[in-house]
Protein backbone atom coordinates (compact mmCIF):
# COMPACT_ATOMS: atom_id res chain seq x y z
CA UNK A 1 0.00 0.00 0.00
CA UNK A 2 1.31 3.66 -0.86
CA UNK A 3 0.64 7.10 0.20
CA UNK A 4 -1.86 8.22 -2.23
CA UNK A 5 -3.76 4.53 -1.28
CA UNK A 6 -6.87 4.46 0.83
CA UNK A 7 -6.42 6.48 4.53
CA UNK A 8 -10.05 7.01 5.96
CA UNK A 9 -8.51 8.15 9.14
CA UNK A 10 -6.61 10.97 8.14
CA UNK A 11 -8.28 14.38 7.81
CA UNK A 12 -8.11 16.84 4.61
CA UNK A 13 -5.32 17.83 5.78
CA UNK A 14 -1.50 17.08 6.65
CA UNK A 15 1.68 18.44 8.32
CA UNK A 16 0.89 22.07 9.67
CA UNK A 17 -2.64 22.49 7.95
CA UNK A 18 -1.80 21.79 4.38
CA UNK A 19 -4.15 19.96 2.30
CA UNK A 20 -3.19 16.67 1.14
CA UNK A 21 -1.62 16.07 -2.41
CA UNK A 22 -4.06 13.60 -3.56
CA UNK A 23 -7.27 16.52 -2.58
CA UNK A 24 -5.33 19.32 -4.70
CA UNK A 25 -5.39 16.47 -7.31
CA UNK A 26 -9.07 16.13 -7.28
CA UNK A 27 -8.91 19.69 -7.53
CA UNK A 28 -7.00 19.91 -10.18
CA UNK A 29 -9.74 17.51 -11.78
CA UNK A 30 -13.15 18.93 -11.27
CA UNK A 31 -11.42 22.35 -12.68
CA UNK A 32 -10.44 20.34 -16.10
CA UNK A 33 -14.03 18.60 -15.86
CA UNK A 34 -15.32 22.52 -15.57
CA UNK A 35 -13.71 23.83 -17.93
CA UNK A 36 -14.42 21.33 -20.66
CA UNK A 37 -17.48 21.46 -20.34
CA UNK A 38 -18.32 25.71 -20.46
CA UNK A 39 -15.21 26.31 -22.81
CA UNK A 40 -17.51 26.46 -25.83
CA UNK A 41 -19.58 29.20 -24.19
CA UNK A 42 -16.10 31.38 -24.98
CA UNK A 43 -15.57 29.84 -28.24
CA UNK A 44 -18.90 30.81 -30.22
CA UNK A 45 -17.64 33.85 -32.05
CA UNK A 46 -14.50 31.90 -33.43
CA UNK A 47 -16.21 28.35 -33.94
CA UNK A 48 -19.13 29.90 -36.02
CA UNK A 49 -16.79 31.61 -38.36
CA UNK A 50 -14.01 28.48 -38.57
CA UNK A 51 -17.22 26.19 -39.18
CA UNK A 52 -18.77 28.43 -41.51
CA UNK A 53 -22.03 28.21 -38.91
CA UNK A 54 -24.44 29.93 -37.20
CA UNK A 55 -23.34 30.75 -33.26
CA UNK A 56 -26.94 29.46 -32.28
CA UNK A 57 -26.13 26.15 -33.62
CA UNK A 58 -22.30 25.84 -31.67
CA UNK A 59 -24.70 27.51 -28.60
CA UNK A 60 -26.88 23.95 -29.20
CA UNK A 61 -23.56 21.90 -28.00
CA UNK A 62 -24.17 23.28 -25.02
CA UNK A 63 -27.78 21.56 -25.17
CA UNK A 64 -26.40 18.19 -26.30
CA UNK A 65 -23.41 18.05 -23.81
CA UNK A 66 -26.10 18.10 -20.98
CA UNK A 67 -28.38 15.76 -22.38
CA UNK A 68 -25.60 13.04 -22.81
CA UNK A 69 -24.23 13.69 -19.43
CA UNK A 70 -28.00 13.50 -17.73
CA UNK A 71 -28.31 10.28 -19.61
CA UNK A 72 -24.87 8.60 -19.35
CA UNK A 73 -24.50 9.43 -15.40
CA UNK A 74 -26.81 6.56 -14.42
CA UNK A 75 -25.95 4.07 -17.25
CA UNK A 76 -22.34 4.46 -16.82
CA UNK A 77 -22.48 4.58 -13.19
CA UNK A 78 -24.18 1.29 -12.96
CA UNK A 79 -21.64 -0.05 -15.81
CA UNK A 80 -18.37 0.91 -13.78
CA UNK A 81 -19.47 -0.28 -10.17
CA UNK A 82 -16.35 -2.28 -10.73
CA UNK A 83 -13.96 -0.13 -10.85
CA UNK A 84 -12.10 1.67 -8.10
CA UNK A 85 -13.03 5.53 -7.80
CA UNK A 86 -9.40 6.69 -8.83
CA UNK A 87 -9.35 4.34 -11.92
CA UNK A 88 -12.69 5.50 -12.99
CA UNK A 89 -11.82 9.14 -12.55
CA UNK A 90 -8.29 8.96 -14.44
CA UNK A 91 -10.30 7.08 -17.28
CA UNK A 92 -13.13 10.15 -17.35
CA UNK A 93 -10.26 12.46 -17.32
CA UNK A 94 -8.55 10.48 -20.33
CA UNK A 95 -12.08 10.18 -21.87
CA UNK A 96 -12.37 13.69 -21.72
CA UNK A 97 -9.34 14.78 -23.11
CA UNK A 98 -10.10 12.79 -26.47
CA UNK A 99 -13.19 13.91 -26.98
CA UNK A 100 -11.90 17.44 -26.92
CA UNK A 101 -8.80 16.48 -29.18
CA UNK A 102 -11.46 15.51 -31.92
CA UNK A 103 -13.03 19.03 -31.37
CA UNK A 104 -9.76 20.64 -31.95
CA UNK A 105 -9.20 18.22 -34.90
CA UNK A 106 -12.22 19.15 -36.36
CA UNK A 107 -13.11 20.63 -39.66
CA UNK A 108 -16.63 20.41 -39.53
CA UNK A 109 -19.78 20.72 -37.75
CA UNK A 110 -20.45 16.94 -37.35
CA UNK A 111 -16.88 16.10 -36.28
CA UNK A 112 -17.49 18.83 -33.96
CA UNK A 113 -20.63 17.80 -32.60
CA UNK A 114 -19.09 13.70 -31.95
CA UNK A 115 -16.14 15.61 -30.09
CA UNK A 116 -18.46 16.89 -27.77
CA UNK A 117 -20.18 13.96 -27.32
CA UNK A 118 -17.13 12.14 -26.33
CA UNK A 119 -16.28 15.20 -23.97
CA UNK A 120 -19.84 14.67 -22.30
CA UNK A 121 -19.22 10.94 -21.76
CA UNK A 122 -16.06 11.61 -19.91
CA UNK A 123 -17.67 14.89 -18.10
CA UNK A 124 -20.19 12.99 -17.10
CA UNK A 125 -19.14 10.79 -13.60
CA UNK A 126 -16.15 13.14 -13.64
CA UNK A 127 -16.79 15.57 -10.78
CA UNK A 128 -18.94 12.53 -8.97
CA UNK A 129 -15.95 10.54 -8.79
CA UNK A 130 -13.73 13.18 -7.54
CA UNK A 131 -16.34 14.17 -4.70
CA UNK A 132 -16.98 10.69 -3.84
CA UNK A 133 -12.87 9.92 -3.15
CA UNK A 134 -12.49 13.22 -0.99
CA UNK A 135 -15.58 12.29 1.09
CA UNK A 136 -14.37 7.59 1.23
CA UNK A 137 -10.89 8.56 1.72
CA UNK A 138 -11.56 11.44 4.58
CA UNK A 139 -12.25 10.75 8.35
CA UNK A 140 -15.82 12.09 8.93
CA UNK A 141 -15.24 15.37 10.95
CA UNK A 142 -13.43 16.77 7.95
CA UNK A 143 -15.47 15.50 4.73
CA UNK A 144 -17.09 18.83 4.22
CA UNK A 145 -13.95 20.57 4.49
CA UNK A 146 -12.66 18.07 2.06
CA UNK A 147 -15.67 17.90 -0.22
CA UNK A 148 -16.01 21.81 -0.32
CA UNK A 149 -11.92 22.37 -1.34
CA UNK A 150 -12.71 19.54 -4.26
CA UNK A 151 -15.52 21.92 -5.07
CA UNK A 152 -13.74 24.45 -6.16
CA UNK A 153 -12.22 23.24 -8.69
CA UNK A 154 -15.75 23.95 -10.36
CA UNK A 155 -15.70 27.66 -9.19
CA UNK A 156 -11.97 27.97 -10.57
CA UNK A 157 -13.39 26.95 -13.77
CA UNK A 158 -15.73 29.26 -14.35
CA UNK A 159 -13.68 32.04 -12.86
CA UNK A 160 -10.06 31.13 -14.78
CA UNK A 161 -10.19 28.46 -17.00
CA UNK A 162 -13.17 29.33 -19.34
CA UNK A 163 -12.18 33.37 -19.70
CA UNK A 164 -8.45 31.88 -20.30
CA UNK A 165 -9.55 29.38 -23.34
CA UNK A 166 -11.67 32.72 -24.70
CA UNK A 167 -8.69 34.63 -24.80
CA UNK A 168 -6.90 31.79 -25.95
CA UNK A 169 -9.12 31.42 -28.94
CA UNK A 170 -10.28 34.95 -29.35
CA UNK A 171 -5.54 35.64 -29.89
CA UNK A 172 -5.08 32.03 -31.76
CA UNK A 173 -8.36 30.70 -32.63
CA UNK A 174 -10.55 27.71 -31.57
CA UNK A 175 -8.16 24.91 -31.83
CA UNK A 176 -5.31 26.12 -30.24
CA UNK A 177 -7.91 26.86 -26.90
CA UNK A 178 -9.05 23.50 -27.24
CA UNK A 179 -5.59 21.86 -27.27
CA UNK A 180 -4.63 24.02 -23.79
CA UNK A 181 -8.27 22.22 -22.67
CA UNK A 182 -6.39 18.53 -23.82
CA UNK A 183 -3.33 19.62 -21.86
CA UNK A 184 -5.50 20.10 -18.24
CA UNK A 185 -7.51 17.54 -18.92
CA UNK A 186 -4.11 15.31 -19.36
CA UNK A 187 -2.42 17.61 -16.69
CA UNK A 188 -5.31 16.28 -13.93
CA UNK A 189 -5.79 12.74 -15.23
CA UNK A 190 -1.82 11.97 -13.96
CA UNK A 191 -1.91 13.88 -10.57
CA UNK A 192 -5.33 12.02 -10.35
CA UNK A 193 -3.26 8.43 -10.77
CA UNK A 194 0.07 9.05 -8.96
CA UNK A 195 -1.25 11.55 -6.00
CA UNK A 196 -5.08 10.59 -5.39
CA UNK A 197 -6.74 8.27 -3.11
CA UNK A 198 -8.32 5.68 -3.98
CA UNK A 199 -11.08 3.29 -3.17
CA UNK A 200 -12.62 -0.11 -3.44
CA UNK A 201 -14.88 -1.06 -6.00
CA UNK A 202 -18.83 0.05 -4.97
Known amino acids: MTASDHHPDRGPHQGRGRPRPGLW ?4 ATAATGTSGHAVAGLLPTLAT ?4 TAAAIGQLATVFGLVCGLAA ?3 A ?3 TRLDRRTLLTGCLLVTATGNTTAALATTYPALLAGRVITALGAALATASAVTLAAATTAPPHRAKAVALVLTGVTLALLAGVPVV ?3 SYHAG ?3 A ?7 CLLAATLVATLAP ?3 PS
Open 74 to 76: PVL
Open 198 to 200: TTP
Open 178 to 184: LWSVVAL
Open 166 to 168: AAI
Open 25 to 28: ALVV
Open 50 to 53: SLHT
Open 78 to 80: VAT
Open 174 to 176: HAP
